[in-house]
Nanobody, 124 residues
Framework: QVQLEESGGGLVQAGGTLRLSCAASGRTFANYAMGWFRQAPGKEREFVAAIARSGSTSYADSVKGRFTISRDNVKNTVALLMNSLQSEDAAVYYC??????????????????WGQGTRVTVSA
């Protein structure tokens, strides 16, 4: 059983930076692959970034070069650093975990554990 709690969301100006964090419970965090997804109003949940237990990463094309996912297996956290934020990035961001630790899972159906989400608002 893994419980996830996101933090760090808020209001930021376009072009600004925000860092999201996800704290995970459980002693086997290092074995899990982790991901970030987002959902804007009226839209489906979409993949943002993923990190395998090896540390290898994958990004959606829309955030590549602007967002960075990282993990700290000592602190049981995964972070999403978001630079050059745009209005299109505004959404509720969700942290997710999967036991398929060796892959950078990009589909929501691959994840079993989800956080409650943290809202990111981008102002013009």
């Amino acid at each position: 059983q893994v419980q996830l709690e996101e933090s760090g969301g808020g209001l930021v100006q376009a072009g600004g930076t925000l860092r999201l964090s996800c704290a995970a419970s459980g002693r086997t965090f290092a074995n899990y692959a982790m991901g970030w997804f987002r959902q804007a109003p009226g839209k489906e949940r979409e993949f943002v970034a993923a990190i395998a237990r090896s540390g290898s990463t994958s990004y959606a094309d829309s955030v590549k070069g602007r967002f960075t996912i990282s993990r700290d297996n000592v602190k049981n956290t995964v972070a999403l650093l978001m630079n050059s934020l745009q209005s299109e990035d505004a959404a509720v961001y969700y942290c997710a975990a999967t036991k398929q630790g060796d892959m950078e899972a990009v589909r929501a159906t691959q994840y079993f554990y989800w956080g409650q989400g943290t809202r990111v608002t981008v102002s013009a």
